[in-house]
């Protein structure tokens, strides 16, 4: 037992021996490393060249950024595995606060190349950074590119158009693009780096001529030869609008084969043209090209057209559109009615005045006139746009027929309207035979009824009485209805000449009948209310004595005239 636990305590007691030892190692290894440093180096990140990247220098410049390092390892080979070094340099440093610049001093031929960089840090080296690969190449593509499209000379209407070009070996499908106003170059419009394509869509260009060429450019920015130049010419304004000369604007036709008729347009080389009932166009009945400025449709519906014409040039530049409207009317217009003259009336106007109801779509009327109602031998046949119209040619007496028709504004004639009849007549009645006072008589009376005998067909008289036989100072002169007439004013006692003529109903006057003469003797003894008796007594017999002398001077000259009448 005293064996057992004497075995026990040497064993506790050799633990506690290792305890305290391990617990002594512990506290020196921490006592030594804070006392040491020992942290790692940070490693470089590189900037040039880029990885994979292409230089056209044989002495390049390596670029990476600064770490905390004292100094830096560079090392260029031409395998990854670094074997083969061209540049081991470890003794590197900068005053530059971000970046660390190494121009190397070697000249390197072309090819590819590998370059790696680590940087010292008190006595410990960072580990390397990652190896990136770069290539020298320095010399220029030696082929110039051959340039497809547009082609050389051409006219386009894109003011943004597409070049397009071969490519060429060793070009890297990298290319300089100029575009210049002149064969020169000199004016340039557009520099472009086109990169890795051989077709570049260009900045918008104005009308006009455009120089262009492209070389190639590798990757390592090594530029090959310029290609030929060409041209091409923008033209990116389109015609003008057409001038429509047939139809006119708003017309009316009456037909349904229509020739549509436009001016040339400078530089048009096709025309496009619409035809549709809506001024929409929307759904054209008609839509169109041709070369020539006339067409001729074929619409088969009456009602409202609309037309328009645009003009395209060489280079495909649409034009606007001129737009006209019109009317395909087949009805015709209704017939007139005639108001003057009316049916079987008389006239004596031989340049007869013609006059019919107006027509509301009528814009001109046909009027004939024949003196039979076959209207086979016309004595006029006139056209007028107002309601009326008066004879130009004098017409002679007789029967006449007259009809009218009215057109309107598509050309539609209408029917006839049935025709009537009238009469010309310009020749008067006959002469009266007067009556009463008998020629040469002599009455007693001062206010005579004057007698005629009736004449057929007059509608009035025209009387006339003068104490001189020119009858240019009148007694009297008046008309009647009637074949007599009564003297109003009374006459005085003198020698009277008088004659009758007669109007017919057509207005036409007769000619004056033969003059009569009479002679008035009456005796007249005024009413005097306020005279004496004596002035009475000596004035009457004065009187009586020159009223016979009077009566015999006016006998003498009465029997001299009807002497005088009757040679």
Not at 476 to 492: D, E, G, K, M, Q
Request: hydrophobic fraction near 40%; glycine fraction near 4%; aromatic fraction near 14%.
């Amino acid at each position: 037992m005293i064996k057992k636990l004497f075995k026990q305590h040497k064993i506790i007691s050799n633990l506690k021996l290792f305890l305290s030892f391990y617990l002594l190692l512990l506290f020196l290894s921490v006592t030594i490393s804070s006392s040491i440093d020992v942290r790692a180096a940070e490693t470089p990140t590189l900037i040039f060249p880029g990885n994979g990247g292409y230089i056209n220098e044989n002495e390049p410049s390596f670029l990476w950024y600064k770490t905390a390092a004292s100094q830096y390892h560079l090392q260029v080979a031409t395998d990854d595995g670094f074997t083969s070094l061209v540049i081991d340099e470890n003794n590197i440093v900068t005053t530059n606060p971000v970046y660390v610049n190494y121009l190397s001093s070697i000249a390197l031929s072309d090819g590819a190349y590998y370059w790696h960089v680590r940087g010292l840090e008190g006595s410990i080296w960072s580990s390397w950074s990652a190896a990136w690969i770069f290539y020298i190449d320095t010399i220029a593509p030696d082929e110039a590119p051959v340039l497809l499209s547009p082609s050389d000379g051409v006219k386009i209407n894109d003011s943004t158009p597409s070049l397009n070009w071969t490519t060429t070996v060793g070009a890297g499908e990298h290319y300089d693009l100029q575009i210049a106003e002149d064969i020169g170059m000199t004016n340039l419009e557009v520099y472009m780096d086109v990169g890795e394509s051989y077709i570049a869509n260009t900045p918008i260009l104005s009308d006009g001529v455009h120089y262009w060429r492209v070389r190639g450019e590798d990757m390592a920015q090594n530029q090959g030869p310029w290609s030929s130049i060409w041209n091409f010419t923008v033209d990116s304004t389109p015609p003008d609008a057409p001038t429509l000369v047939y139809l006119p604007d708003n017309a009316s036709i009456n037909f349904k084969s229509i020739d549509l008729e436009w001016l040339p347009v400078q530089d048009a080389i096709q025309y496009n043209y619409q035809l549709e009932q809506s001024d929409s166009f929307s759904s054209p009945s008609i839509n169109a090209y041709t070369t020539n400025t006339m067409v001729n449709v074929f619409l088969d519906t009456i009602g409202d057209w609309y037309w328009r014409v645009r003009a395209k040039d060489d280079v495909d530049n649409w034009g606007s559109w001129t737009t006209r409207h019109f009317i395909i009317d087949t009805v015709a217009p209704i017939e007139p009615t005639l108001i003057n003259p009316i049916d079987g009336s008389s006239t004596n106007d031989i340049y007869t005045f013609f006059e019919w109801d107006n027509i509301l779509d009528a814009i001109e009327y046909q009027i004939q006139i024949d003196t039979s109602d076959t209207f086979t031998s016309l004595i006029i046949n006139a056209t007028t746009a107002y309601a009326n119209y008066t004879s130009l040619t004098a017409l002679s007496d007789g029967l006449y027929f007259w009809r009218v028709r009215a057109k309107d504004e598509a050309g539609n004639w209408g029917s006839w309207c049935p025709s009537i009849n009238f009469i010309i007549d310009t020749i008067g009645p006959e002469e009266p035979n007067l009556i009463s006072p008998s020629h040469g008589s002599t009455i007693d009376d001062n206010t005579p009824m004057l007698i005629w005998d009736p004449i057929t067909g007059a509608v009035e008289y025209e009387v006339i009485v003068a104490d001189e036989v020119d009858f240019l100072t009148p007694n009297i002169i008046t008309t009647t209805i009637n074949a007599f007439y009564t003297v109003i004013t009374p006459l005085n006692n003198d020698l009277y000449y008088w004659k009758v003529r007669a109007k017919d109903e057509t207005g036409n006057w007769g000619d004056w009948c033969a003059v009569h003469i009479f002679s008035v003797d009456a005796l007249v003894i005024p009413e005097y209310h306020r005279l004496n008796s004596w002035i009475l007594f000596m004035v009457l017999p004065i009187s009586f004595a020159l009223f016979k002398l009077r009566r015999k001077t006016r006998k003498k000259q009465f029997l001299f005239q009807k002497e005088e009448l009757k040679k």
